[in-house]
């Protein structure tokens, strides 16, 4: 892969001149050597995850992200099974490498899912979007994969580490799609000090350069996970209106949403601001009607949240309608500008890390 370096920058070793002025990179040592025990975990050349993201995380963007050295992960999403088991035969098609499958903890059929996970020998399994269920970690680990799990609080992350979680991941809001109150850089030193020495943890959020990278390795995490910076890749079969919609933003363009009612409690989503944001408010307001008057149980209020999303946010991926559809992105949507195969950006963060590195 080839690069030219800005006049005067310092060249981090691995670097070498090549006759037609450009710079090739050969190796990232120091990057290397501290993502070893996540890469190890994962199976991975370079302990990068891809974030899941609904619609936009699929075969072909997870097996580019594998075959690049990075680690890709399927978005199951509100997939049903079936659908679960295609997509990740056909992923299995475009690359030998490791890749996983992401499943979110409140989906109706969470163990079914699984068990297509284990049909499969899926060799990574992540649970996002709440306390893992009674009985499902034990299920993942009974086949032989390894889990990663989301927390944040770090009393949480204690806990579901004893309860058999593999890994952690831990997002700050800056993140797109579903997020926490608390910045990925305060959660970092909060963490990082307390869990990294002896387990494997991954931040993510806000995440769209190598020198970001750089200085959560020095903090002891054992790698990254990057959703935005991926979402317009040339193997990304978003939309291309969903794509310039990303070309087009800055980091305040990638805005919270606001929950209505607090008797219906609604993780907060990160996308860019649109008609879609004021349609979600309107979609509150009618499930806390009918939570109101006793229509419908909590658990299926927020089902019905996430199904919003789920529809949403493919109006916006897959059919371009990025004036009422959901434009998930992080606040580090403004350094994405233009559309770049995944190599291409994975070797671009590897040499802006090692580069950070070597500076110091």
């Known amino acids: 892969m080839f690069r030219r370096l800005p006049c005067g920058a310092l060249r981090p070793k691995g670097w070498r001149q090549i006759p037609d002025g450009a710079t090739e990179v050969t190796s990232y040592p120091k990057t290397t050597a501290l993502m070893a025990r996540g890469a190890e975990f994962l199976g991975s050349e370079h302990a990068i995850l ?27 999403g509100a997939m049903t099974p079936d659908l679960l088991d295609n997509e990740i035969a056909e992923t299995k098609k475009l690359t030998s490498k490791p890749f996983g499958v992401n499943l979110i903890t409140m989906h109706p059929m969470l ?58 991941v831990i997002e700050g809001s800056e993140a797109g799609g579903h997020i926490g109150p608390v910045a990925t850089s305060v959660l ?14 991954f931040v993510a959020g806000g995440i769209g350069r190598g020198e970001m990278i750089a200085a959560y390795l020095e903090m002891g995490a054992s790698g990254v996970q990057l959703g935005t910076r991926f979402a317009c890749a040339s193997e990304s079969i978003a939309h291309p209106a969903f794509k310039q919609a990303f070309f087009r933003a800055n980091a305040r363009d990638a805005e919270a949403s606001v929950q209505v009612d607090p008797r219906l409690p609604v993780i907060p ?51 371009g309608d990025v004036e009422s559809g959901s434009i998930m992105a992080g606040q580090s949507v403004g350094m994405v500008t233009k559309e770049e195969p995944v190599a291409d950006i994975i070797q671009q963060l590897l040499a802006e890390s090692e580069s950070a590195l070597g500076r110091r």
Do not use: Y
């Open 50 to 76: 891809c974030g899941a993201m609904s619609w936009v995380s699929e075969r072909n963007l997870v097996s580019a992200i594998s075959n690049a050295g990075g680690f890709g992960v399927i978005a199951c």
């Open 111 to 168: 163990m079914e899912l699984i068990g297509v996970c284990a049909k499969h020998g899926v060799t990574h399994v992540v649970l996002a979007g709440g306390i893992p269920p009674k009985g499902s970690v034990e299920a993942i680990r009974e086949f032989g994969a390894k889990v990663l799990v989301f927390a944040p609080t770090l009393a949480l992350a204690r806990r579901l580490l004893r309860s058999g979680a593999d890994a952690l």
């Open 188 to 201: 970092a030193q909060e963490f990082l000090p307390e869990l990294a020495e002896d387990h494997v943890v």
């Open 269 to 319: 989503v990160r996308a860019l601001k649109n008609k879609g944001t004021e349609l979600f408010t309107q979609r509150q307001r009618e499930v806390a009607a009918l939570l109101d008057s006793g229509k419908i149980e909590m658990a299926e209020a927020q089902l019905q949240i996430e199904q919003f999303w789920a529809g949403a946010l493919r109006r916006a991926v897959i059919e």
